[in-house]
C-alpha cells in the first residue's frame, strides 16, 4: 500500500527559486496537512486542509502557499526559497481533521536544500 | 535524514531492558494522544495513541500512561530491542485542531 507518497526526496535549491512539493495520498482521507522538521524543533505545521476545497494556515505559514488540488492531492509551493527554508517536509493526511482520535499518517519526507 | 535527530534528549538503553519515555503536553484541552517512532531518513510512523478518559493503554511491547494531572505522558518499551532504535515523538490533539508535537527523544539501544 502505497498511503502518502511525496516528491521530491531531495531537492537543491538556490536562494530565489522557486518549486513545488507534490503529494498524494490513496487512503480516501479528508484532511492533508504540510509540516517541516528541523533539528530540535520537532514538527511544525505549515498548511492544512481539513477538507477538499479548504486550507488554512499553521504555526509557520509565511513564505509557503499550498493547493489542495483534489480529495487525493496537496502541494506546497515555495514561491522564492530561503536558506531558512532548508529543512525536511512531510506531508501527512487523516480521515477528518476536525474529529478528535484521526491518526495522522506521514509520508517519507522531502530533504530540500536552500544555497 | 540523520540531522533531524541532533540537539534532542537521547536515552541509552541495555537490550533487554525496559525502556520509559516521558513527554509534557502542554493543553489541558487536548483529549488525543499519539505516540510516534522516527527511524533516521524516514517519516513518523504511529505507534499507539490513548484518549483522554483512559488513563492507560497497552499494545504489543508498548505501554503508554497518561496522567492528565500533572499532564504527563510516558512511552514504556518492553524488552527492548535494536530495531526500537529512533527518535520518539509525543503528539496531543487538542479537540478541533491539527496535532501539536513534542520535540522529540532519542532512544538508542546498546545491543
Known amino acids: 500500500n502505497a498511503g502518502v507518497t511525496q516528491t521530491p526526496k531531495f531537492q537543491v535549491l538556490k536562494t530565489g527559486q522557486s518549486m513545488t512539493l507534490q503529494c498524494a495520498q490513496d487512503?480516501?482521507?479528508?484532511?492533508m496537512y504540510w509540516y517541516r522538521q528541523d533539528p530540535g524543533m520537532g514538527l511544525r505545521l505549515i498548511y492544512y486542509?481539513?477538507?477538499?476545497?479548504?486550507?488554512d494556515k499553521g504555526e509557520v505559514p509565511n513564505g509557503y502557499n499550498v493547493s489542495r488540488l483534489n480529495k487525493r492531492e496537496f502541494s506546497l509551493r515555495l514561491e522564492s526559497a530561503a536558506p531558512s527554508q532548508t529543512s525536511v517536509y512531510f506531508c501527512?493526511?487523516?480521515?477528518?481533521?476536525?474529529?478528535?482520535?484521526?491518526?495522522?499518517?506521514f509520508g517519507e519526507g522531502s530533504w530540500l536544500t536552500v544555497v | 535524514g540523520e540531522s533531524v535527530g541532533l540537539h534532542l534528549p537521547t536515552l541509552s538503553v541495555q537490550e533487554g531492558d525496559n525502556s520509559i519515555i516521558n513527554c509534557a503536553y502542554s493543553n489541558s484541552a487536548s483529549d488525543y494522544f499519539i505516540w510516534y517512532k522516527q527511524e533516521s531518513g524516514k517519516g513518523p510512523q504511529f505507534i499507539i495513541d490513548?484518549?483522554?478518559?483512559?488513563d492507560k493503554r497497552q499494545g504489543q511491547r508498548v505501554t503508554v500512561l497518561l496522567n492528565k494531572t500533572v499532564k504527563h505522558l510516558s512511552l514504556q518499551i518492553a524488552a527492548t530491542q535494536p530495531g526500537d532504535s529512533a527518535v520518539y515523538f509525543c503528539a496531543e490533539f487538542p479537540w478541533g485542531t491539527p496535532l501539536v508535537f513534542g520535540k522529540g527523544t532519542r532512544l538508542s539501544v546498546i545491543a
Open positions: 486542509s481539513a477538507s477538499e476545497g479548504t486550507t
Open positions: 490513548i484518549r483522554s478518559n483512559m
Open positions: 501527512a493526511s487523516s480521515e477528518a481533521q476536525v474529529l478528535s482520535g484521526n491518526t495522522i499518517y
Open positions: 487512503m480516501n482521507h479528508n484532511s
